[in-house]
Structures are given as structure tokens and as C-alpha cells.
């Protein structure tokens, strides 16, 4: 290099390119040198002849770093930012949580990297729904492909995800890909990793630091670009503990770690998440969509909803059908209620501040009349003579629009 030395070189890059990798070869084997080099920012110091492996170990560790960097440059921007806008790869996921809000701008800043990411949270808390959002956010051209865990012995598992060759074993008449070649340039999502067994774990920790796997019957290696996400509602830390699970697989594995609240952590989102499903439903019905009862929205943010998310959505649905056929009055709501573990709240008599609130879709005149009617009598346990009064009515025309509902 006439001009200009290696060292010399290296700091000029260490100053107009901070972020880059850079390893140095030479074949100078001398330890003040590489001592030298380390200091001014070189990853490794490499001595000729080069050795194949140790050339490549150095390469992936660079690439690896320039990635972590990288991504912590985008965290840093979009924590950072001042916009409160939600990226439109999460609007699947209902949500006024601030929690929940600050796990969509974490994801948004580590997805484009290539670092695997562990969701972990209760079952049926979004977990399936956040991780196809890494995946859209990392705008990797590849396919999001999601593969249930706990649904698949380790034979399974291993011809699923890694593909055999033909005559692997009895019956392997044919060479299969598997899921991990049909995720090339994109996203496989692992759910439910605290089931995998020793031996799979062995295999996935392969693929995560070398990025590479095998075909079942087939010892030669086959390279994957693919982003690995996992999900579990296990407490892997405990597993480790205990030994059945690998200490290293689960540090591997949390490289980006997001916990998602469960439902009763999260009730500010009980009530747009109950009009979601309570429209859902009674659109499949071919109902009018209508808003949910004001009281049992009330008792559902008392309630702890151990099923979460698909507890509600089973109890408004069974609501719904109970709805549509004929009006639930408060005895036949209280009963529903008490049914399903909760109990009818009664409103505060505290007067309001005379606003009108509303939260989704923009209700309709009828709508509004409905929900008036509803809360009148509900407020009065029932008694129509008190409920036309609250509403300034007679009762005579309180049952004529009882009887048009």
C-alpha cells in the first residue's frame, strides 16, 4: 500500500465511517500491531495465510455488529420522534394502550435488522398478530410463515420447518423444502417455542447463529436468510432454571424481547375492542350494527378476563346472539352477566359535564335513541314509569319506541 499504511488507513475509516466493521489482514505476525489496530477500532487482526473458517467466523461477527448498530441507530430515531401516528402495519391490532404503543414504535425501529425477536404474554393477547407485523414493517420481500410449535411432535417439527431429502426415512418417496425454504428473504414465526425439546433446540440455535440448517437425512448445510420470530406464554426463564430449555437458545432468542399486557392490564382497550366484535358480530348476523350496553361494558372493565381477548370476543358473541332474536331486559342481562362470571355495575349518580363521547363509527340518530332508552332504564333498575321521566317522555310513548326496537 504505497502512501498510506493499514494503520493509518483504518483511523481514516475509524473518523469518515464510525459505524463500519472493519477487520484488518496482514502478514505482519506481530502482537504490538494488532494491539494497535484493536485500539483504533478494528474489529479483528487477521494474519496470512488466511484461514478459511476464521475469515468467515470474522465476517459474520462484522456483519452481525454493523447490523445491532444499525438497528439501535433506528430506535434511537423513532423513540426519538415526535409523531404519534401508528404505523399502518399494526392497524390490525386494536389499541389505546401506551404500553402496547411503545412495544409498535420498539418493533417499528428493530424490524428491518436481521436479529431474531421473542414475543412473549398471556395466551390470546395478539401475540400471532404483533409478530406478522415485524414482519410487515421489515419490508423483507420474503413470505411470513407462522408454524405452531406445540402442535407438532419433534419428528414433525424437524420435517416441517427444515424439509427432508428422498429416502430419508419410510415413506419420504419425495425430497420436501419445508417451511424455513418457503420463508427465504422473509419471516418464519415459531409460537408456542417453550414446547420444543432438547434436539430441536439444538437445530434452531444452528440456524440463529450460523444461519444455516439441515434437510432431515442430509448432512449438508443448507444456508437461510430467514428472520426468526417466537412467541410463548411460557416463563422460559424458569424453564432454563429447571434445564428444559437451553440457556443459550433462550439468549439467542431475546436479542429483541417485547411482553405484551394482558387484557385486564390494558382496559382502556376494552371498550373499542367490545364495538369491534359486537359490530363483527352482528354483521355476520345481517343485523344493524349497534353499540354495546354502556353497563356491560362497565362490568367488563371489573373483570379480570383470564381468556383475555378471545374470552371477550366469545362472550359478546354469545351476547349478540342472545341480542338479535330478542331485547334483554336487566333481568335477563343481569342473569347473562352472572353467567359469564361478572355482575351488573351500577352507574355513578355523579353528574356528567353535559359532553357527548363516543368512540369508533359515528352513531346514528336511532342508535343514540337506543343507547338513551337502554341507560334510562338501566339507571332505574328497570322501571319504565321512572326511565320516561328521566328522558322526558310519557311512558306511553317510552313503549311505543320500546315496541319499534
Known amino acids: 500500500m504505497p502512501k498510506l499504511s493499514g494503520e493509518d488507513l483504518l483511523k481514516t475509516i475509524h473518523v469518515t465511517h464510525p459505524d463500519a466493521s472493519v477487520f484488518v489482514v496482514s502478514g505482519t505476525d506481530e502482537v504490538a500491531p494488532a494491539v494497535r489496530c484493536i485500539q483504533d477500532g478494528a474489529l479483528d487482526y487477521i494474519v496470512k495465510p488466511i484461514d478459511k473458517d476464521r475469515f468467515q467466523t470474522a465476517l459474520m461477527k462484522g456483519m ?40 409498535f414504535k420498539y418493533i417499528e425501529a428493530v424490524s428491518t435488522g436481521s436479529a431474531p425477536v421473542m414475543i412473549t ?117 424458569k424453564k432454563v432454571a429447571s434445564g428444559e430449555f437451553r440457556q443459550d437458545l433462550y439468549y439467542r432468542l431475546k436479542t429483541h424481547m417485547v411482553s405484551l399486557p394482558p387484557l385486564r392490564k390494558r382496559t382502556i382497550d376494552i371498550e373499542p375492542l367490545s364495538c369491534h366484535f359486537f359490530k363483527q358480530e352482528l354483521a355476520h348476523l345481517g343485523a344493524d350494527v349497534a353499540l354495546p350496553p354502556a353497563v356491560m361494558l362497565q362490568a367488563f372493565k371489573e373483570y379480570d378476563f383470564p381468556g383475555n381477548i378471545r374470552e371477550l370476543q366469545s362472550i359478546i358473541m354469545d351476547y349478540v346472539i342472545q341480542f338479535s332474536s330478542s331485547r334483554l331486559g336487566q333481568a335477563e342481562l343481569k342473569e347473562f352477566l352472572k353467567k359469564h362470571n361478572m355482575k351488573l355495575i351500577k352507574k355513578s349518580s355523579e353528574p356528567s359535564d353535559g359532553r357527548f363521547v363516543y368512540d369508533g363509527q359515528f352513531p346514528t340518530i336511532k342508535q343514540l335513541e337506543s343507547n338513551l332508552i337502554e341507560s334510562a332504564l338501566n339507571l332505574t333498575d328497570g322501571n319504565q314509569s321512572k326511565a320516561a321521566k328521566l328522558l322526558g317522555i310519557t311512558r306511553q310513548a317510552l313503549n311505543k319506541r320500546l315496541s319499534s326496537q
Open 121 to 237: 404474554g398471556e395466551t390470546v393477547t395478539g401475540k400471532d398478530m404483533l409478530a406478522e407485523a415485524v414482519h410487515k414493517c421489515s419490508n423483507r420481500k420474503g413470505e411470513f410463515v407462522p408454524v405452531n410449535v406445540s402442535a407438532l411432535d419433534e419428528n414433525m417439527f424437524n420435517d416441517s420447518l427444515f424439509g427432508h431429502v428422498k429416502g430419508a426415512f419410510t415413506g419420504a418417496d419425495k425430497q420436501r423444502k419445508g417451511l424455513l425454504a418457503s420463508a427465504e428473504n422473509g419471516t418464519v414465526f415459531l409460537d408456542e417455542i417453550g414446547y420444543l425439546n432438547e434436539s430441536s433446540q439444538i437445530k434452531l440455535l444452528r440456524l440463529i447463529q450460523n444461519h444455516e440448517y439441515l434437510h432431515v437425512g442430509s448432512d449438508k448445510p443448507i444456508k437461510s436468510n430467514a428472520r426468526v420470530v417466537a412467541a410463548t406464554n411460557a416463563d422460559l426463564v
Open 64 to 103: 452481525e455488529i454493523y447490523n445491532i448498530k444499525a438497528e439501535l441507530n433506528e430506535m434511537k430515531r423513532v423513540i426519538s420522534s415526535d409523531h404519534d401516528e401508528i404505523n399502518t402495519n399494526f392497524s390490525n391490532i386494536i389499541t389505546q394502550d401506551k404500553t402496547m404503543l411503545n412495544i
